[in-house]
């Protein structure tokens, strides 16, 4: 499968080549050249199958011949052995046509554990195969930070950086980081927000003599590898509830546009998919965006959903990408104006076409809380409050009853225990195999917002580099 860039002046990719590279060489996002398509029978026949088989079966096709078929299956089941459910990502019932994904049983007890335990061993994979080292960085507002961590915390070929707002993740997010031991992790608390660490690391990107130096790679949600390792739960789930033959909606708690980007491309390639519901909390870009065609930053508000509070949703790109007839310049002029003004429209035509499969709905903060206490009274379900922002979307975005909802539940309550406890009354308790976190001891290092600081930090401590031309 070739890859190309949503603003049509890099180079075209492998698969390989997208895992390492992260964003491309014009500033765009690599999309495959084209969309793998599955039939009905194709469909039909993940019925009852494993999700590590079905994983397979999804992303094959984006991995081409990148990646030999039998070393790809074996990553993909030792990526989901490490959850902590059979089914890796359960459904659970909650109303009469409503149901939760579960994303949040492995390791770090957020959904971002399902496309960071296959990523690693992707990437060693193809480090390993070139004879390689990388350097990772990227940035956090909690939940990739320590999913990425643990993912590679046993990688041979990699040295990884995490840079994370200081004092804007939740105890939890931070230790699941700093407690990590290893010489090659390294948890950088920048004095900023998550914006601004997502800049730094998107500056690190364009610095070219940098990047090459340390051959950096990147884990954040633009890489394309995540993007195929999340369209496969809107595989299971759809295909649980009756497709090929019944439609689902789903509704996702939205940041980066990350994992409702995936439920798109499932769609895109025959999963009988109806709504995409895109829950926002306050930090709404993408709400306004769809009801006035307007894309425009605001400032960030801290929220009891923080991996959601953010002031651009980066893999937006690769769906105005889609919607505009895949028109690379145009969408280079539209992330001009971003970087300018802070602000682009979006042309009628393409914002129709966007809103031809999505919705979107902001959940406010009073709602948030309101949605854990009322879920946990009623059913006795604890809801985290990125998944109550979920439930409000849906809730609002109903649509047709006999379509079943999907909300995608993407954190553990326990990782978000204080908002937990204040909506429900209810401590959340972390599951046993975490349950000493709070006496561990933590490592990290403070770093001021400064590009030149974090790479002279970088540079002196990473191992790749010196053998990066070898293949
Ligand atoms: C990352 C994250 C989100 C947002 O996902 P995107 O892919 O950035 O849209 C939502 N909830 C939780 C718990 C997360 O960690």
Not at 251 to 258: H, L, W, Y
Not at 297 to 308: A, D, L, R, Y
């Amino acid at each position: 499968m070739d890859y190309v860039s949503t603003r049509g002046e890099a180079p075209v990719l492998s698969f390989a080549d997208v895992l390492l590279t992260g964003l491309a060489r014009d500033g765009g996002l690599y999309v495959p050249a084209v969309w793998p398509s599955f039939s009905y029978s194709d469909i039909s026949a993940l019925r009852g199958e494993t999700y590590s088989a079905v994983a397979h079966r999804v992303m094959a096709p984006f991995v081409g011949d990148s990646i030999e078929d039998d070393a790809l299956r074996s990553m993909i089941d030792d990526a989901y052995a490490t959850f902590r459910h059979e089914a890796v990502a359960p459904l659970v019932q909650i109303g009469p046509n409503d149901w939760i994904l579960e994303l949040f049983h492995g390791p770090t007890l957020a959904f971002k554990d399902v496309a960071m335990q296959l990523l690693a061993r992707l990437m060693d994979h193809v480090l390993e195969q070139r004879g390689q080292r990388a350097t990772i960085v990227g940035a956090t507002s909690g939940d990739t930070g320590s999913a990425a961590i643990d993912a590679f915390k046993n990688s041979q070929r990699v040295d990884i950086f995490i840079l994370y707002p200081d004092g804007r993740v939740s105890d939890v997010q931070r230790r699941q980081m700093t407690t990590v031991a290893g010489g090659s992790i390294h948890a950088l608390a920048i004095d900023g927000t998550f914006d601004d660490c997502q800049a730094l690391v998107k500056a690190l990107f364009n610095n070219f003599s940098f990047r090459d130096r340390v051959a950096l790679a990147g884990v954040n949600s633009i890489n394309w590898a995540r993007i195929i390792a999340q369209i496969v739960y809107y595989v299971t789930g759809a295909v649980s509830l009756g497709a090929p033959e019944r439609s689902v909606s789903f509704t996702v708690p939205t940041g980066n546009f990350g994992d409702i980007l995936a439920g798109y491309v499932a769609k895109r390639m025959g999963i009988p998919i109806d709504r995409l519901v895109i829950a926002t909390n306050q930090n709404d870009i993408l709400r306004r965006a769809l009801d006035t065609g307007r894309y425009e930053t605001t400032g960030v508000e801290k929220t009891q959903s923080p991996s959601m509070d953010i002031q651009v949703s980066s893999n937006f790109e690769r769906v105005l990408f889609e919607a505009s007839a895949r028109d690379g310049a145009q969408i280079a002029r539209l992330m001009a104006g971003l970087a300018q003004s802070g602000a682009f429209g979006i042309d009628t035509a393409v914002l129709e076409t966007v809103k031809a499969d999505f919705d979107a709905a902001t959940t406010n903060e009073a709602d948030t809380a309101t949605i854990m206490r009322e879920t946990y009274d009623k059913i006795g379900y604890l809801a985290d409050p990125h998944t109550a922002v979920g439930l409000g979307a849906a809730a609002t975005r109903r649509g047709n009853p006999a379509t079943p909802m999907v909300t995608l539940s993407t954190a553990h309550p326990a990782k978000f225990p204080n908002a937990v406890e204040a909506a429900t009354g209810v401590h959340p308790a972390l599951p046993a195999f975490l349950a000493d976190l709070h006496d561990r001891d933590e490592t990290m290092t403070r770093l001021p917002n400064d590009r030149s600081a974090i790479e002279s930090f970088i540079e002196t401590r990473t191992r790749a580099g010196s053998d990066r031309g070898a293949a």
